[in-house]
């Protein structure tokens, strides 16, 4: 076994509020997120109340989380400027909320583009 999908299998058993401050503190570093894309665009999950665009801090975690639900995804990296001052508000223009790091059972922190905006100055 790799030690990158060890690596992979620790960072998901992480607290849903551990994933999310690990994600915060690299983002605040300059570190890059990665989302899933296809040719239609990214990969937006309805959750009713929500439609939430998943992300994470690598994209080894993004692939691994895409291929048990989402075939014909692919990882899509996000600079960190861009995710702050482009696609954050545009999330928040659309009324999309931020899934940051599911684990495989799909479980992260759900946050608005706004609050997780605000958490990323904070």
Request: aromatic share 10%; net charge negative; with cysteine.
């Amino acid at each position: 076994m790799s030690n990158t999908i060890l690596l992979d299998d620790t960072f998901y058993r992480l607290p849903s509020s551990d994933r999310y401050e690990h994600v915060l503190n690299l983002v605040k570093k300059g570190a890059s997120v990665w989302t899933l894309a296809d040719a239609e665009g990214c990969l937006i999950i309805d959750l009713g109340s929500d439609k939430v665009l998943p992300i994470w801090p690598a994209e080894t975690l993004a692939t691994a989380w895409g291929e048990k639900d989402y075939q014909g995804f692919n990882s899509l990296e996000i600079n960190a400027a861009d995710w702050a001052e482009k696609w954050l508000p545009g999330m928040q223009n659309d009324g999309f909320s931020v899934g940051v790091a599911p684990n495989l059972a799909g479980e992260c922190i759900v946050s608005s583009a706004e609050e997780h905006a605000a958490d990323l100055q904070g």
